[in-house]
């Protein structure tokens, strides 16, 4: 993501509208790109006071990597930005500098596998080598460990989920891992995972404002997948993923 | 639940002119286009499409046979590219020669017609030969080069004797081309912005820069090495996972619309999403048909 990417409030409130005529009923889950390359509190923060404005936006956390020495704080973090509208948590271990491996990131991992908090990956995030060696036994790992917490892999710039099989393999062995949509793009890529496994394995994601507003959403809406599927992919699954997180 | 018909594609027809058919192993895909092509091009409203056939990377025989093959299954939808390796100069021209000579005309025919030793059957059976061959052999339209995958730069001399040909034959060629400051280093031998030396030393030179060069910010600097080309024969392509938001409209804003030409990259993108790209951009319904359609039926002749 590059921040000469990023968008205005009103541009996330016109997208809204785009969306909502297009589907009917949208929620957006926004990630500042000010919490990734400056500092995630203070960009978390800004997605806060958008959460409360309007009703539709709920925010992806990303993990202040300050928690890593100090896991016991990162509970009340967590609760509280759940408060202020905050539903998926977004890692970034190879961009913030820690490690994810079950054995280093076990504190934190136990409290979200607690409340049931989905986890958001880039793919870019996974490739240890910067060379497209992408992590995948990692994953495999962790989601065996914490079966309570659902993995979702966002494709990133990676072209991977393109050119790859190991997902699928993934997929077979584990029940709580998903892939965000928005990358991928082979053909009849999308038909043939909900064919492999299921369509509640996707879950939608726009990638705006790098790509055009509606082009993700289209390309499930007039896939060659019947309404059910469509709406699991478009709403249905992290609908149900966000009802089961355990924070009251 | 929403329907292609709502998409209103009757108002456009569409020449898809970067598209792969066949395995290709070291890349994961499912579905062939092959096996479901009917069925998405009826539905996209493609009316034609331009392919390479994977094989012809691994080898040429292979590919050409393939080509042929497809092409008589096709009638009056599919056309192709030869690919060009750099590796297999002789044989790579020799191709050229075939397919690109003028021994597919209604001449020979006639000489033929006239050998001696024929009789009624033979002829007749020449003949149905020569036409199905003549008819698959004419949908041979344009080179494609893989830098890339060949890795040779394309200000190789390898490629010096390809546009040579490509110059005395007329026949446009496409290249693969990428960001060369990626991950994988081999995409500098595909940077886009080689072709302005070989467009100096072979102006009258027709250049497809597959990918459009992709990716990012190298968008701005294919745009400027185009417009300082503005004369020649130097088109893109949007095939491939490169729907940026606004880029389509740049190009169109800078160079025009008859610079652009519509591709998929199938399978390595879904035809419906590089449609989708082209319909909701926001660029006139004469630049979409530009795009869509009449600038590769006049570049191809088709």
Redesign the interface.
Known sequence: M?PG?SVSEENIVTYHEHLGTASNNSTIMLTNTLSVFHDPVEGDNQIAELTCRHNFLKGCLVFPNYFIGNEQDFEKYLVGRFREDFRILRLYPKSHKYNIDPWAFKDIFKILEKFAVPVLISLDEL?IT???AIDWDLIYRIAGEYPNIPFILDGGNS?EL????YFYQLLGATGNVFLESH?L????????IVK?TNSSRIIFGSN????????AA??I???RLN?KD?RNILSGNLDRMISNINIR | ????K??NLNDFKIIDTHIHIGKYT??????S?EE?QND?AKSLNFKKIIFIHNSFFTDLDLGIKNTLDFLSNNPDFAYAYIVYNPHYIEKSLSLIDEYFGSSNTAADLLKLENSPGKNSSTEKISADIFNNKNSVKSRILGIKIHPEDHQVAITDKRYEKLWEAAIKKDIPVLSHTWNPNV??KSQKYADALLFEEVLSKHPDLKIILGHAGAK?YYYFKVIEMMKKNNGKNLFVDIAG?I????MLELFVRELGSTKILFGTD????????TV??VL??KISVEDKENIFYNNAAALFNI
């Open positions: 590059s990417l490739d910067g060379n497209k072209k393109m050119f790859t099989g990358n793009l082979g053909f009849n890529q999308v038909e043939d492999k705006y404002p790098v790509f055009p507003e509606l082009l289209k390309r809406m007039f896939s309404t469509r | 639940m929403n329907d292609l709502d998409l070291s890349s994961f895909v499912n579905s286009y479901n998405v991950a994988s990012d996972d729907f940026y938001r606004g199938s399978p390595w993108a879904d035809p419906l999403l989708l790209y909701d951009s």
